[in-house]
């Protein structure tokens, strides 16, 4: 029986990759030579969408910020992956 990977698991570890190097960023912004981690662009809606059914008010927002500590923790995933 052949061991076959399971995609649940690389999409849980890219998504704790990119959760635990967004908050290593942040928290590293306010180290002077570790700054460049939290470089990154943000972007989704300006403004929430607010559907209102009269008596259920839905609200929907979306933003991602994606930064460098991010993209490290998505590689950092995909390699600890491969070698699971």
């Given at each position: 029986m052949s061991k076959s990977k399971n995609s649940w698991a690389c999409f849980l570890l890219m998504l704790a990759g990119v959760v635990l190097g967004g908050f290593i960023g942040n928290?590293?912004?306010?180290?002077?030579?570790l700054s460049w981690l939290d470089y990154g662009q943000t972007f989704g809606l300006s403004s929430p969408l607010i559907l209102d059914l009269g008596i259920l008010v839905i609200t929907f927002a979306l933003t991602i910020k994606i930064s460098i500590a991010?993209?490290?923790?998505?590689?950092?995933?995909?390699?600890?992956y491969r070698l699971i």
């Open positions: 928290l590293a912004s306010n180290v002077s030579f991010s993209i490290i923790g998505i590689i950092i995933a995909i390699i600890v």
